[in-house]
C-alpha cells in the first residue's frame, strides 16, 4: 500500500500540470480532463495515505508536533539490555538516552562496542542517586538482575520516574507489592516487561479465549523450552535456594497462564522435577519440570519447562474449551516448505528470545510510551503481577515438599 501511495503521489500526471497551465486554447481541454484525473487520484491518494499513516510500523514511527521525547536512563548493559532494549530505545525517536549504569567494566565496553555508543556517558551504580536526582529525568529502564529490581524501581519512582523493568519486577510478593503500592501512591507508570503479551501469535489466542470462541475452557497447555541453555555461572548463582526455573523461567509462562485465565486463581498446584544435568544436580537445580494447575472452574492447567532445547527456542500454547481448541505454535525462521521425494522439509525455529520476540519487545516499548503520554495504562496489572508471584511461591513450595501446594 505504502508503495502504491508513493508511486501515486509522484505521478507523472501531477507533475505534468505546471506545465500545461503555461499553454492556452486546445491545452484548457487537456488541463481540465487532466484535473478530473488528478482530483480522482488525489482521493485515491488521500484513502490510501490515511491508512497507510494510521498504522506506522515500528520501524517507521510518526513524531507530530505534539509529541514529547522523553529523555530516560537505563540500569543494565548486559544480556538482554544490549541484544534487545538498547538498540530499541536507540533507534525510537521519542526516547532521548540520557545515561547508562552498570557495574561491570566487560558489560560497557561490549555494549559500547555493539551499539557505536562513545558518546553517551556510562556510570556506575553508586552515582545513581545524582543521576536519579536530575528533574529532566523522565523514566528509568530496569535491566539488572533480579534481585536489583525492587530496589532500582523504588529508588527510581520515589523520585517521580516512571519504570519499564524486566521481568519479573521483584524477587517475592512483598518486593513486588512495594514497587506497584509505590507506583500507585506517586501516579507514575510501572511497567513489567513480560514481552509475550505484546506478541501477535499469543494476542490471538487471548482474543479467543476472550472473546469465549472456546467456550468453558478445560485444559491450557503452555510449553516452555530454552534455547541455548543458560551459562553454568548464571545457573549455579540465579535463585539457588529455590528453583530458578520456575522463578527465572516458567515466571514468563505462569504470567501467560495468568493473562489466558484472566486472572482466576487456581486451588491448587503440583510441581514434578528432575536434574538430568549433573552439575545442576550439584547446585540443587532441577533442568525439567512439569507444574499441574487445577481451577475451581475446573480448569486443569499444565507447564512443561526445560533448560534446554536442541531444536531452537520453543514456546507453545493450547487452549482446549467446550467449543473449540486455539494453539500458538512457534514461528520459524523463514516459512518456506521444502517437499521432496523423501519428506518434506521446515525451517528451524528461532534460536533464542531477542530473535523470537523481536517485534514484541519493540510493541512493549512503544505501550510504554504510551503510558508516559498518558493515552494508556500498563497491560499487565498490579493483580496479575502479584498473583503470577504467588503462584510461583507455591510452586517453588511444591517443588520442595512433593506435595500439592494450595492456593
Ligand atoms: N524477558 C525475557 O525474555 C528475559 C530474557 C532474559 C533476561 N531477562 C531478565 O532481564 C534481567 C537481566 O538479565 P540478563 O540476562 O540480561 O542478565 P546479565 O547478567 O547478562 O545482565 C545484567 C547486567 O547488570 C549489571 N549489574 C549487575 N548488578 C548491577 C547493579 N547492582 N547495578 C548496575 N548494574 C548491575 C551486570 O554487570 C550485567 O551487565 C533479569 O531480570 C532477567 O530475568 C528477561
Redesign the pocket.
Known amino acids: 500500500m505504502a508503495h502504491l501511495a508513493k508511486r501515486i503521489v509522484f505521478s507523472p500526471v501531477r507533475s505534468f500540470l505546471p506545465a500545461a497551465r503555461c499553454h492556452t486554447g486546445r491545452v484548457d481541454v487537456k488541463r481540465d480532463l487532466l484535473s478530473k484525473e488528478v482530483s480522482k487520484y488525489s482521493i485515491l491518494r488521500r484513502l490510501l495515505c490515511s491508512s497507510v499513516e494510521t498504522q506506522p510500523t515500528s520501524t517507521e514511527k510518526k513524531v507530530t508536533s505534539g509529541q514529547r521525547q522523553y529523555n530516560v536512563g537505563v540500569?543494565?548493559?548486559?544480556?538482554?539490555?544490549?541484544?534487545?532494549h538498547i538498540k530499541n530505545i536507540l533507534k525510537n525517536r521519542r526516547l532521548n538516552l540520557k545515561w547508562i549504569?552498570?557495574?561491570?567494566a566487560?558489560?560497557?565496553s561490549s555494549?559500547k562496542e555493539l551499539h557505536y555508543l562513545h558518546q553517551i556517558p556510562f556510570h556506575?551504580?553508586g552515582e545513581?542517586e545524582s543521576l536519579l536526582n536530575d528533574e529532566s529525568l523522565d523514566a528509568v529502564f530496569?535491566?539488572?538482575?533480579?534481585?536489583?529490581?525492587a530496589d532500582?524501581i523504588c529508588e527510581s519512582l520515589s523520585r517521580g520516574k516512571a519504570v519499564m523493568?524486566?521481568?519479573?519486577c521483584g524477587e517475592t510478593y512483598s518486593e513486588i507489592k512495594r514497587c506497584y503500592d509505590l507506583a500507585e501512591h506517586v501516579n507514575k507508570p510501572l511497567l513489567t516487561?513480560?514481552?509475550?503479551r505484546f506478541d501477535t501469535t499469543f494476542q490471538e489466542v487471548f482474543q479467543a479465549s476472550r472473546s469465549k470462541a472456546l467456550g468453558n475452557l478445560r485444559f491450557l497447555r503452555v510449553t516452555g523450552r530454552d534455547s541455548p541453555k543458560?551459562s553454568y555461572e548464571?545457573l549455579k548463582n540465579t535463585d539457588v535456594s529455590g528453583c530458578s526455573l520456575i522463578s527465572?523461567m516458567a515466571?514468563?509462562d505462569i504470567d501467560t497462564t495468568v493473562w489466558l485465565t484472566s486472572a482466576e486463581r487456581p486451588v491448587s498446584i503440583y510441581t514434578m522435577s528432575h536434574m538430568h544435568d549433573p552439575i545442576m544436580k550439584e547446585v540443587g537445580q532441577p533442568d525439567s519440570a512439569v507444574m499441574a494447575l487445577k481451577y475451581g472452574s475446573g480448569l486443569l492447567v499444565i507447564i512443561d519447562s526445560d533448560r534446554e532445547s536442541p531444536y531452537g527456542y520453543d514456546m507453545r500454547i493450547e487452549m482446549f474449551g467446550t467449543e473449540g481448541m486455539a494453539m500458538a505454535e512457534n514461528p520459524r525462521v523463514s516459512a518456506s516448505l521444502v517437499d521432496i521425494q523423501q519428506g518434506g522439509k521446515l525451517n528451524k525455529l528461532y534460536h533464542s528470545?531477542p530473535q523470537r520476540?523481536e517485534a514484541a519487545?519493540e510493541k512493549e516499548i512503544d505501550h510504554f510510551i504510551d503510558c508516559l503520554d498518558g493515552k494508556d495504562t500498563p497491560l499487565i496489572k498490579k493483580e496479575e503481577c502479584l498473583l503470577t508471584m504467588e503462584i510461583v511461591e507455591k510452586g517453588v513450595e511444591s517443588f520442595k515438599t512433593g506435595k500439592v501446594a494450595y492456593l
Open positions: 540500569f543494565g548493559a548486559g544480556r538482554i539490555a544490549s541484544t534487545v549504569v552498570d557495574d561491570s566487560e558489560a560497557v555494549c556506575e551504580s545513581r530496569v535491566f539488572t538482575p533480579t534481585d536489583t529490581h532500582y523493568t524486566e521481568k519479573p516487561g513480560f514481552q509475550r543458560p548464571f527465572d515466571v514468563h528470545f520476540f519487545f
